[in-house]
């Protein structure tokens, strides 16, 4: 299987949202998860109230029954929308997020290039204490 038919077949399980979708779920108490890489933070900025979460602890720190999770990882009932840069990577995450049982997990079609480009906020992103 090459890799984007990888991506195809998990994207046939998502029912993936645009920018307008996703600002609306987190509106209704859905949790958007940024998984973009602390580079591409820094260069382009944060969604507001985005949690940030790192592609590589994203199943340990969603999973709701996991002791290392996020206190945002409520339930298997969250609505889940997973971010990154363009959206390729997110729909991998959330089908993993999937079979996790966060049955509502999904992801933004586009990523944080189409949030942004649609004019929805961005922040600068937050910079640790010295």
Known sequence: MRVEELLAAAREGLDRLGPAEAAAARDEGGLLVDIRYAALRERDGV?????????????WRLDPVCEHRAPEATGHDLRVVVICNEG???????????????????????????????????????????
Request: proline share 9%.
């Open 88 to 130: 390729y990577a997110s729909s991998l995450a959330a089908v993993s997020l999937r079979a996790l049982g966060l049955r509502r997990a999904t992801d933004l079609v586009g990523g944080f290039q189409a949030w942004r480009a649609a004019g929805l906020p961005v922040a600068a992103p937050a910079r640790p204490l010295p």
């Open 47 to 59: 969604i507001p109230g985005a949690l940030i979460v790192e592609r590589n602890e994203l199943e």
